[in-house]
Each structure stands twice: as C-alpha cells, then as structure tokens.
C-alpha cells in the first residue's frame, strides 16, 4: 500500500529560528500533498496544498511566508517554518493524495 | 464551507459494551472516510464509504453512510481496549482532493 514517510518526527527549536519538515512518498508518486496543523485534542486542520512544480495554495488565515511549502518533486514535499514562535508549536501530518495515506506527524515545540 | 460534526465528542466506555459514533454534516459529500488516530501519530485510514446507504464491516466496526451521503455513523460491537483512540470522519470538497475532518470523538474503552 501507500506509504508516506514524514520526518523528523519530533523537534523542539528556539523562538526566532526556522525549522524544516519534509514528507516523503516511498512507493508511488505525489503530484498533490496536503499539510495539516493539529492542536491538541483537537481534530485536523488543513493548512495547505502543495503541488509539485508549482505554488503551494493555501487555505484562509494561513501565512503563507510563514510556512513555505516546496514540492520539487514528485516523492517530496517540504514544509518550513520560519520565524517559529511558541504559539506555532502544535503537531503537523503531512498527506498525500493517493489513498489518502497520511505520514506519521511532526511534533514541534518552539522554546 | 463543508462542515462536519462528530458527535459525541468524548466517549468512555467499559470493554464488552457497543457504542455509535455519528458524523453530519448539512452538505452532500461524494465519499467519506473514517479515520482512527493514535497519540503521536497520523491517522489511519479505517474505510471509504461512496454510495449512499452503504454499509461495510470491518471486524467489529460498521459503517453506514446516509441514503443523502450527508451523515455517516460508526458502531463498533464489543469494544476492546485496543480500540481507544481519536476517530475521524473526513469528506473530500468537490472538485477536488482536499479532505474537510470532523470535529473528532475521543474513545476510549476501560478494561
């Protein structure tokens, strides 16, 4: 089946850095990815599509300069953070269109 | 905008004793998806739900989809510690892949 690998699976970066997570297909190819944001005890929330060779879309409320998406190719996509600040700590899943398979999340925390 | 509403939002239940989550929703939704997520990780495609009325089963868990594809339940008989964990209806928008989740029901099955 689908595969999608999504790393680191945890991270905790300093106020003011930038933090990169990348999401991977292992076994077919990704023209779309989606990324989500989930707080806890909370369900998903979509943040943005990301398509491969091209501009990410993002959904209302989401800063788009704050979180840079790239998807340069057809197995990766990558979502970075800029300029995290505590209140962007939360958990993001990455998932790709293709049978709907979601990686396993990125727990950020920004001290 | 395509909303979904679990309900009940929290659910805690002794092992042995059956229990129905509901999704609604007051759109129309040409498929929908349940999802079962663990603590620290991604959810997890459960089953696919496309015809109105439909019914799957998948061990002890049931699925129906609404004769109006706007409201889906899940039953699971005889609940086991093993099935705690955060269950997720999503529905995709139309005309495109993008997955609109519920609001989310907190299981979980005291031994």
């Known amino acids: ?111 | 905008t395509q909303l979904l509403e679990q309900s009940p939002q929290f659910l805690s239940i002794q092992e042995g004793e059956n229990l129905t989550v509901y999704c609604n929703s007051s759109s129309v939704f040409s498929s929908l998806q349940w999802y079962r997520q663990e603590p620290g990780e991604g959810p997890v495609l459960l089953v696919t739900v496309v015809t109105g009325g439909e019914v799957k089963k998948l061990k002890r868990l049931t699925f129906q989809f609404g004769d109006a594809r706007k409201d889906s339940s899940l039953h699971i008989t005889a609940a086991q510690p093993g099935d705690t964990g955060l269950y997720l209806c999503a529905g995709p928008s139309f005309g495109n892949e993008k997955l609109t989740f519920g609001t989310g029901t907190r299981l979980t099955i005291i031994p």
């Open chain 1, 1 to 111: 089946g689908a595969v999608v690998s999504q790393h680191p699976s945890w991270v905790i970066c300093k106020s003011g850095t930038s933090v990169k997570i990348e999401c991977r297909s292992l076994d077919f190819q990704a023209t779309t990815m989606f990324w989500y944001r989930q707080f806890p005890k909370q369900s998903l929330m979509l943040m943005a599509t990301s398509n491969e060779g091209s501009k990410a879309t993002y959904e209302q409320g989401v800063e788009k300069d704050k979180f840079l998406i790239n998807h340069a190719s057809l197995t990766l996509s990558t979502l970075t953070v800029t300029s995290a600040h505590p209140e962007d700590s939360s958990f993001y899943i990455c998932s790709a269109s293709y049978g709907y398979t979601f990686g396993s999340g990125t727990r950020l925390t920004v001290v």
